[in-house]
């Protein structure tokens, strides 16, 4: 079908997921109470707004995985054309490797990988 | 004889030669469209029923036996109210993208079903970069999650959330490199490719230990993709209530829900494609006669049956280890799982220019 199948499924998705809540607003009386709206933290009323400056500490993995995944789309075209080029690919993918592992080493000795 | 790729084919000539061109067309679109939503709704149903009665087996219990024979029905029961319940919008919460949340997720859970081969001939979608489109489609789920956890102005799913993507994002790699392994043997990103590579023997038993490396490696990263246990620390019921979908209600809980089990359905396909030769039968070298037997079984049956014995798999994982905690989650993959996935990789490599395969 080509390119165009990616249209007629973002159309079904949307069709099926509208579709479902439409179904469901059609069927459910809503009854009003103010309690309803209030967010969910286990029963204890809800204090302050999770909008809020916390420590996450995942950003160190992301600029970690942002390193990888750069080097991820640089092995896919290699992949397929290593075979046919051989020895020559294999010695430079290892330099290409050992470089980037030096830096995840880098990061690994910093302490980037220690959880908070 | 009776296959999918004949009824497709004679369906196709017998719409251009009814019909005017743009009419078959639009005709064709509007099959494709009902069968995609029939496929969700099917596997929504079949895959809940599948966790539940596969979990009563491995607890020794019955599980659900109420609804229909042996409770073929329950999910149907479940759905229908599910339909019947309210979904709320809490206050206070960003309406616009509490709403679009559920959206992103199921479009980008559809989308991938683009490129997979569901039996010899039948795609929808046959892309020269396969791989590379199913990697980068799946890694657009996060921003549905983040979406929905960042709207719902709720601490549990803000934090959820922000586990969901530490996770999908970590486990992203070494998903990546064990597929990578296998697009340097068959040297093609096409699934179609992958798949005629795989004509005298999976590449599980052609590609020797690095090719089975890669298969763990894969099936410990898909399982950590989907946020399945043990790796389910983004819903983690017993700490953040429900994660990310905490505030989520009726049906568009109901879409969360389904999207979820129509990823692992998803991610198994491609494990079963890059290492079980997904269609292909069961072939082993030159044994011509052995090779023709296995032809008769339809390709869509092993297709499923492979993906469902990989679904089956993650369905096991999930009553035999207990959950990790989030730095020992992270400590697997960047310390273990991505160092082990690269030194595979140049180890396929190796065996790749060497020939030592079959």
Redesign the interface.
Known sequence: ??????????????????G??A???F??K?TKNTA???????GIP?KG???DQFN?G?YL??L??LI??VE?IF??PW??????I??P??VE??IF?FIL?MG?LYA?KKGA?K?? | MFSLENITNTTHTWLNQTFSPTLALLTEFLIVGVLVIGLFAVLGLVLVFMERKVSAVMQIRLGPNRVGPMGIFQTLADTLKLVMKEGLTPNGADKFLFNLAPFVVMITAMLILAPIAFAKGFQMWDINIGVLYVSAISSISVIGILMAGWASNNKYSLLGAMRSGAQIVSYELSAGLAVLSIVILSGSLSISDIIASQQNGWWIFKGHIPAIIAFVIFIIAVTAETNRAPFDLAEAESELTAGFHTEYSGMKFALFFLAEYVNIFIVCAIGATLFFGGWMPFHIGSWTAFNNIMDYIPSSIWFFGKTFFLIFLIMWFRWTFPRLRIDQLLNLEWKYLLPISMFNLLLMTFVAIMGWYF
Not at chain 1, 10 to 16: Q, S, W
Not at chain 1, 79 to 84: D, E, F, H, P, R
């Open positions: 079908m080509g390119a165009s199948s990616l249209i007629v499924l973002i159309c079904a998705a949307v069709a099926f997921s509208a479902g809540i179904i469901a607003k069927m459910v809503g309803k709206g209030e967010a969910y933290e286990c809800a707004t999770p909008w996450v995942y993995f992301a970690i995985f990888f995944d991820l092995l896919y992949a397929v054309v290593v075979k046919s051989g020895w690919a294999f993918i290892v490797m592992f995840f690994h990988l959880w908070m």
